[in-house]
T-cell receptor, first 114, second 113 residues
Framework: DGGITQSPKYLFRKEGQNVTLSCEQN?????MYWYRQDPGQGLRLIYY???????QKGDIAEGYSVSREKKESFPLTVTSAQKNPTAFYLC?????????????FGEGSRLTVL | AQSVTQLGSHVSVSEGALVLLRCNYS??????LFWYVQYPNQGLQLLLK??????LVKGINGFEAEFKKSETSFHLTKPSAHMSDAAEYFC???????????FGAGTRLFVKA
């Protein structure tokens, strides 16, 4: 079945450590996205990528980095510069051509900083 | 600035009662509108979407939403709530030609037996 796979589902990190969240899709979508979810705040866009080797900052990109070397993969690195990294992170993808905006989501990764 | 407002962070209904979740958007051009549902510790799943074909949109699990341009609203309804409807619901908007989807803060639906 086609879909989006995020790993790990749960992750614990000590302060000052970088951590990378994996996102892989086999939907043949061109566009991929990372969102951060905090209680009562909805989803906030961190980064998005419309094509391979290209990505743009979203609304809260500070302290995060991404790469898009393959169409199927869009990993997110949460760096030590991110002041409050504890959150639920969601990866999504969508069609680019004829895009009507529907997002397909992974199951999420919950990051806790100890 | 473009925004989506969901009225009520929590809504509680009895099983079998009408579900009404409110969503208003700010826009100067017709957008694409969506409702997503999220169950605990899971990703979001599309319930329904409006893309200007019809103002009344039917989605999965018996949900529907009506686009009212004059009110800039896209409220979600279901005639009879079921226990399995308990979840968080997000209204979202994307503007034509764009790639950024803007989400509301979410409304958590509780269903009482």
């Amino acid at each position: 079945d086609g879909g989006i796979t995020q790993s790990p589902k749960y992750l614990f990190r000590k302060e000052g450590q970088n951590v990378t969240l994996s996102c892989e899709q086999n939907l043949n979508h061109d566009a991929m996205y990372w969102y951060r979810q905090d209680p009562g705040q909805g989803l906030r866009l961190i980064y998005y990528s419309q094509i391979v080797n290209d990505f743009q900052k979203g609304d809260i990109a500070e302290g995060y980095s991404v790469s898009r070397e393959k169409k199927e993969s869009f990993p997110l690195t949460v760096t030590s510069a991110q002041k409050n990294p504890t959150a639920f992170y969601l990866c999504a993808s969508s069609y680019r051509q004829g895009n009507t905006g529907e997002l397909f989501f992974g199951e999420g990764s919950r990051l806790t900083v100890l | 600035a473009q925004s989506v407002t969901q009225l009520g962070s929590h809504v509680s209904v009895s099983e079998g009662a009408l579900v009404l979740l409110r969503c208003n958007y700010s826009s100067s051009v017709p957008p694409y509108l969506f409702w997503y549902v999220q169950y605990p510790n899971q990703g979001l799943q599309l319930l329904l979407k409006y893309t200007s074909a019809a103002t009344l949109v039917k989605g999965i699990n018996g949900f529907e939403a009506e686009f009212k341009k004059s009110e800039t609203s896209f409220h979600l309804t279901k005639p009879s709530a079921h226990m399995s409807d308990a979840a968080e619901y997000f209204c979202a908007v994307m503007y034509t030609g764009g790639f950024k989807t803007i989400f509301g803060a979410g409304t958590r639906l509780f269903v009482k037996a």
